[in-house]
């Protein structure tokens, strides 16, 4: 009987496993929401301004950047609790992270030129709103940098580790907890970008 007890309680408390029906309807969602999400910044191109293919590729990298990240965050929890993990997948995973990264951070810095050129946003912020520009503003440009080192550093280990990185819970802790902190610095100056861009639009 306690036999019995045990067994139909293991099958209750194990693991769950997405049949084939569940996997596509899972990557069908995920499927249309990246989609609908890659509309806000693809209008960006649309945009009846100068600037539109600065903006349209700064906004698709950064998107591209907040979905890769907020990914790998559900693979760092692994990592830290010592868990197996796929490396081979990882790495590659971290490298498109890494310089999706890289990506926003150039892409960033060209549109900036526009933000602070004559009667950019700038201006128009300092002349309504200076305390967005003096704080959130001086706050996004530092955390906005943070994300691509750290994804770096964390791609550098994986690749200079090599396989057997699995079997030093030090160094896979280590990625993992980058992997987070890189994730929380990247979405502070996406949303800090996104409250500027509702202010004025370059």
Do not use: C
């Not at 649309?46 to 590729?57: N, Q, R």
């Not at 890289?102 to 030129?113: K, P």
């Not at 050129?117 to 967005?132: K, M, S």
């Not at 503003?137 to 396989?163: C, D, I, Q, R």
């Amino acid at each position: 009987m306690v036999a019995i007890l045990f067994v139909e309680n293991a099958m209750h408390t194990g693991e769950y496993i997405h049949d084939h029906f569940g996997k596509i309807v899972i990557r069908t969602q995920v499927a249309i929401a990246l989609s609908l999400l890659l509309l806000l910044p693809v209008a960006n191109f649309f945009y009846p301004s100068d600037y539109s293919l600065k903006a349209g590729i700064h906004g698709v990298s950064a998107i591209l950047a907040i979905v890769i990240g907020t990914y790998l965050t559900h693979r760092a929890i692994p990592l830290i609790k010592g868990m197996h993990v796929r490396y081979e997948s990882l790495r590659l995973w971290v490298l498109g992270a890494t310089l999706l990264n890289l990506a926003g951070a150039i892409s960033g810095n060209w549109i900036y030129m526009r933000y602070r050129g004559q009667e950019g946003p700038r201006d128009w912020i300092l002349a309504h709103v200076p305390t967005f520009h003096n704080v959130l503003m001086e706050f996004k440009e530092f955390v906005s940098l943070f994300p691509f080192p750290l994804m770096l550093a964390a791609t550098f280990t994986l690749y200079y580790y090599g396989m057997p990185i699995q079997y030093r819970r030090d160094i896979t802790r280590f990625v993992g907890i980058t992997i987070l902190i890189s994730w929380s610095f990247l979405m502070l100056g996406f949303v800090a970008g996104l409250v500027l861009a509702k202010l004025r639009f370059v």
